[in-house]
């Protein structure tokens, strides 16, 4: 019998603390932000699991008086804990609570995990770069993607030329994206596709 009892405690308890975990399994893989501890995780957890019970106690009453709690909680819980994860995600991605607070004058910081990840954030989709290399090297080109950890992973370059000394390009000829691993970047120039661009260059 207490076999049976500590059983089913832990099953309830891993029952109200799904929605949670899910909510924040979809945020840390939708998002840059490195992943928690196991410590950390489970506070997260813990904090989308009670704002998931409070919307599902809420969905459920508004929904259906007729429906009791104990059928409906569950199966309406996870389904706040998706679309929360997935709102947490936006937010995230997308600077918008931090840039509202800035606005407030709340705090100076973003909702980004890194300055790395900011600074790509706003400038990586619409600007041309230059990648300054070991060895003196300068790639130009267009960043097509780009790593989210500035110690690990690669550039990939579109419309690549390399710079010369003299200030010069040498085009790339019948090449259509190259890799260049981040560990050989020792530093980034983020330039305006209206100056200096490829096509208007060419």
């Keep these: 019998m207490n076999l049976d009892w500590a059983s089913g405690e832990i ?12 909510a924040a399994e979809i945020f840390h893989s939708l998002t840059s932000h490195p992943k928690p501890s196991v410590f950390d995780r489970i506070v997260w957890a813990l904090i989308f699991t009670l704002i998931s ?4 106690e809420f969905a459920v009453v508004l929904i259906s008086s007729e429906t009791g709690p104990g059928k409906a909680m569950p199966a309406t819980a996870v389904v ?8 947490a995600s936006v937010i995230s991605n997308t600077d918008i609570l931090h840039r509202f607070l800035r606005w407030l004058r709340v705090t100076k910081e973003t909702s980004y995990p890194s300055e790395w990840y900011s ?4 400038h990586g989709e619409n600007n041309y770069i230059v990648l300054h290399m070991q060895g003196e090297r300068r790639l130009y080109g267009f960043a097509e993607e780009w790593p989210s950890d500035p110690k690990d992973g690669h550039f990939r370059i579109a419309e690549a030329e390399w710079l010369t000394a003299d200030g010069g390009r040498v085009q790339l000829d019948n090449v259509v994206a190259i890799l260049i691993p981040v560990a050989e970047v020792t530093m980034i120039e983020f330039l305006p596709v209206t100056a200096g661009s490829v096509k208007e260059t060419k």
């Design 80 to 87: 706040v804990a998706v679309v929360l994860g997935l709102c």
């Design 119 to 122: 600074t790509f954030a706003r």
């Design 53 to 56: 019970q409070v919307i599902a």
């Design 11 to 22: 099953v309830g308890i891993l029952t109200f603390l799904l929605p949670g975990f899910i």
